[in-house]
C-alpha cells in the first residue's frame, strides 16, 4: 500500500533522513520509534508530500503523496496542534471539515463520530482555549480523522498528555485498527510502540536499524535474559560461577534458558535467597542498537 524507497533530505550539512526503505501494508499499524531528532517528523512530512524529499520517492496505492487523490485518502495529526482555541470543538471540527469540502448531513454526521471518538461530547461547545493538554491532543486527532481517511499518520500523539488521555488515545488507535485503516505513528515512547504497533522501525540519526514485528526485534536485539541471584549464605569461588557478582554480593549472569541454569546452580549446593529473571524487551533492543537509553534522552 505504500513504498518508501531510498528517501534521503538534507537540511545545510545535516542529513535528517539517510536512505531509508520500508513498505507498510494496508490495516497494519506502524511505528517510527526513535529520539528527538532522529528524523521521524521529517519522515512522515515526506510521507504526507509536505516536505520534498532531496531523492528517493514515496508512492500510496500507485499515487504520489502531492496529488489530490493521495490527500484525500490521508489524515495527519501533527506534534504541533494544529487547533484554534478561540474556536470550540465543533467549529474546529467544521472548519476542517469543510477544508475537505464535506458539508451538509455528511459534515454532521461526521463531527458527531469525531466527537465520539475524541470522548469530547460534553465538552463540544467549549472553546478549545480551556482544554487541557490531552484533550486538545484528542481533538487534533479527530480533525485528522474528519473526512474519514483511510490512512492516519500521528506524530508523537501523546506528547504532553496525562495518563487517561493517552490510554484513550491507545484505546482510539485500536478502534482505527478493527476499522481497517491502516496508522502511521511517530514515538519516543516504547510502551506506546509496544501497545499498539503492529511492526516498529527503530529510528537513529536518519537511519533505520531495524524493523519488525515486536517479537522478533526482541527476538532478533534483545540480548540475553539477565538472572539476578541474592546467596542465602556465603557465595561460593566466583571462578565456578557463571556471570560476576557485583559490589552488593549478588550474582548477574546472562543466558537463553535461565531456569536450566539456576537448577544447575542449586544442584551444585548454591543457596538462593532471591531470585529475579529480567526478559529482554524492547528497551534492551534500543539500548543493544543505538548504545543508549531511550528514556534518557
Known amino acids: ?7 534521503v533530505r538534507t537540511f545545510g550539512v545535516h542529513r535528517a533522513v539517510d536512505s531509508i526503505t520500508f513498505q507498510i501494508a494496508r490495516g497494519e499499524c506502524f511505528g517510527l520509534l526513535g529520539t528527538n531528532g532522529a528524523g521521524k517528523t521529517t519522515t512522515i512530512s515526506m510521507m504526507t508530500g509536505l516536505l520534498s524529499p532531496d531523492s528517493g520517492h514515496v508512492t500510496i496505492d ?12 490521508i489524515g495527519i495529526a501533527p506534534q504541533t496542534l494544529s487547533l484554534y482555541d478561540e474556536f470550540t470543538a465543533v467549529e474546529n471540527l467544521r472548519f476542517f471539515g469543510q477544508l475537505y469540502e464535506l458539508q451538509g448531513a455528511r459534515l454532521d454526521d461526521r463531527i458527531r463520530w469525531s466527537l465520539d471518538f475524541s470522548g469530547l461530547q460534553d465538552r463540544c461547545n467549549d472553546r478549545v482555549g480551556t482544554f487541557s493538554g490531552g484533550m ?23 506528547v504532553g498528555v496525562d495518563p487517561q488521555s493517552r490510554n484513550h488515545i491507545y484505546d482510539g488507535i485500536a478502534h482505527l485498527k478493527q476499522q ?23 529510528m537513529d540519526n536518519g537511519h533505520i ?31 565456578v560461577l557463571p556471570g560476576r557478582i557485583r559490589e552488593d554480593g549478588r550474582l548477574i ?3 537463553s ?41
Not at 536499524?209 to 566466583?238: C, M, R, S
Open 62 to 73: 500507485g499515487l504520489q503523496p502531492t496529488s489530490a487523490q493521495c490527500r484525500q485518502k
Open 136 to 158: 486538545k491532543r484528542r481533538l487534533n486527532i479527530a480533525c485528522a480523522l474528519i473526512h474519514d481517511p483511510e490512512i492516519v499518520m500521528l506524530d508523537e500523539p501523546t
Open 209 to 239: 536499524l531495524a524493523l519488525d514485528t515486536l517479537k522478533n526485534l526482541i527476538d532478533q536485539h534483545g540480548g540475553e535474559t539477565v538472572v539476578e541471584i541474592e546467596f542465602a549464605t556465603e557465595p561460593p569461588d566466583p571462578s
Open 257 to 297: 534458558e535461565p531456569m536450566k541454569e539456576v537448577l544447575n546452580l542449586s544442584r551444585s549446593g548454591v543457596e538462593v535467597a532471591s531470585l529475579q529473571i529480567r526478559q529482554p524487551n524492547l528497551e534492551c533492543v534500543f539500548l543493544n542498537l543505538t548504545g543508549r537509553q531511550l528514556r534518557d534522552e
Open 180 to 202: 481497517g485503516r491502516t496508522v502511521i505513528l511517530t514515538t519516543h515512547y516504547l510502551e506506546e510502540a509496544e501497545r499498539v504497533c503492529d511492526r516498529i522501525a527503530i
Open 253 to 255: 549472569f546472562g543466558c
Open 1 to 7: 500500500m505504500i513504498h518508501v524507497s531510498s528517501l
